[in-house]
């Protein structure tokens, strides 16, 4: 078949092609390798099809097992918090949740499904979609700002005024009421009467920057609280604070009007970012192209066009299927 005879599969041939590519993949019956052999010489486009399947099973097999382990991980959580007497059958099933989640990452690259996420919102008062950038008003009248792909939980009944930073990242403008305003993220907490500020989650731990006022912040409930004021931030994990940090506190709170900036931000730091725009799944391959430097001003609201301009001047190679994109 040369280049102007190619067919386009259709979406159904596709998923087709990648159930076909796993069942392969899983010692196969003689039985299944003729019926195969009869679906991919029946149409010109399954043959399309599986050839595109192959490519993209080369490029993200790995990457999809790791994110089916972490998928696996979290239903795993999830059963185990809905009947604790069942640990021991939880356990045998973790590999076949991983099994499954890799095959259903792979079949189903459109759906952008992420277990991860609908754990955390199973606790969760107030959620955030990706590229949703959200708003809501508490029973005290603060607002709290949700970055997109956000959670939060609320409870006000202990005399004490406490939001958890279940996912994401919230902007956090607190009425003055006499009650103690507490954020909880991770280990460490946020603690204020009345002010402007930031929670944001990290792979290790949390980050706070205040746009406006005093916050006082603890590593964890034992570690000496830092007092923090307007255009300061800083950084903890494991119960452990950084320096504190001296920031562009409204650049970097931007996000709230639908703008991403980073001054010499990893590629990696910026992809994070993204994915919590994006409906789909981001992965990101190459380490070494992962630690190359990112400075500029990008729109939140379309990461596949700041994608694009990334990859006009970085250079990588960039392979989309469904909502799967790959980048390399």
């Known amino acids: ?16 092609a990648f159930a076909w590519l796993s069942l392969l993949h899983d010692q196969p019956s003689s039985g299944d390798q003729a019926t195969f052999s009869h679906w991919l010489q029946a149409d010109p486009a399954h043959a399309e099809a599986y050839a595109q399947a192959q490519v993209v099973w080369e490029l993200s097999e790995g990457p999809a097992r790791t994110l089916a382990n972490e ?8 059963l185990n ?10 356990r045998r099933w973790s ?8 095959l259903l990452l792979m079949v189903s690259l459109g759906a952008g499904w992420q277990p991860m996420r ?8 107030y959620v955030s979609a990706p590229g949703e950038i959200r708003t809501v008003t508490l029973a005290d009248q603060s607002q709290v700002t949700l970055d997109a792909d956000s959670a939060i939980s609320v409870d006000f009944s ?12 919230g902007f956090f403008s ?13 280990k460490g907490q946020a603690r204020v009467l009345g002010t402007q500020f930031e929670v944001r989650l990290q792979p290790h731990g949390a980050q706070v920057t205040v746009l406006s006022g005093r916050v006082g912040v603890k590593a964890d409930k034992h570690a000496e609280q830092q007092i923090l004021t307007a255009g300061q931030q800083v950084a903890y994990g494991e119960g452990v604070a950084e320096k504190l940090q001296a920031v562009d506190s409204e650049a970097q709170l931007a996000w709230r009007q639908g703008w991403l900036n980073y001054y010499k931000a990893t590629l990696a730091d ?22 190359r430097r990112v400075s500029g001003s990008f729109p939140g609201k379309d990461p596949r066009a700041v994608l694009g301009s990334l990859q006009g001047v970085m250079g990588f190679e960039q392979h989309s299927v469904g909502h799967l994109i790959i980048l390399r």
């Open 1 to 16: 078949m040369n280049q102007l005879d190619r067919v386009t599969p259709t979406p159904a041939q596709e998923q087709a």
């Open 71 to 78: 998928d696996a991980f979290a239903l795993q959580g999830y």
């Open 81 to 90: 918090a809905i009947n604790q007497s069942r640990r021991s059958s939880v």
């Open 95 to 102: 590999g076949a949740l991983a099994m499954a989640a890799c």
């Open 118 to 125: 609908w754990v955390d919102d199973l606790g969760a008062d």
């Open 158 to 169: 202990r005399g004490e005024r406490h939001v958890q930073l279940r996912r994401g990242a």
């Open 174 to 186: 607190v009425t003055h009421t006499g009650e103690p305003f507490v954020v909880d993220a991770e």
């Open 270 to 291: 910026v992809v994070q970012d993204l994915r919590r725009y994006y409906p789909g799944r981001i992965v990101l391959l190459n380490d070494e192209l992962a630690a």
